[in-house]
């Protein structure tokens, strides 16, 4: 059974920095797209950043572009998201999603697309 984990979610302050987890386990991720989403408080759930786990490409949605960084670290399963330049706008649930992704978009990809969930993790930046 799949499952995937995040963690390092906590309040912040606009303008620092914080680094989400996802440890993933019960398969590897050859093949798939891990990424991060998130979602606001009465809003839709929005893509954030995507690593291809077999070749590490990483795409990011414009929001995020130049502040956040997705990376991987094979041997732990686990995926991470530096968050950096904090804004209040960021504040949302983000979320650890997995899946068989099988096009390439330059900054945005469907929640449909992706399989396994993780139960999110909070992330509030106050001003």
């Known amino acids: 059974q799949v499952q995937l984990v995040e963690s390092g979610g906590r309040l912040v302050q606009a303008g620092g920095s914080l680094k989400l987890s996802c440890a993933a386990s019960?398969?590897?991720?050859?093949?798939?797209?891990v990424g991060w989403f998130r979602q606001a408080p009465g809003k839709e759930r929005v893509f954030v950043a995507v690593i291809d786990w077999s070749v590490g490409d990483t795409t990011y949605t414009n929001q995020v572009k130049g502040r956040f960084t997705i990376s991987r670290d094979n041997a732990k399963n686990t995926v991470y998201l530096q968050m950096n330049s904090l804004k209040t706008e960021d504040t949302a649930v983000y979320y650890c999603?997995?899946?068989?992704?099988?096009?390439?978009?330059?900054?945005?990809?469907?929640?449909?697309?992706?399989?396994?969930w993780g139960q999110g993790t909070q992330v509030t930046v106050s001003s």
């Open positions: 999603a997995a899946g068989r992704v099988f096009y390439y978009s330059a900054d945005n990809y469907n929640t449909d697309d992706f399989d396994y």
């Open positions: 019960g398969r590897t991720f050859d093949s798939y797209y």
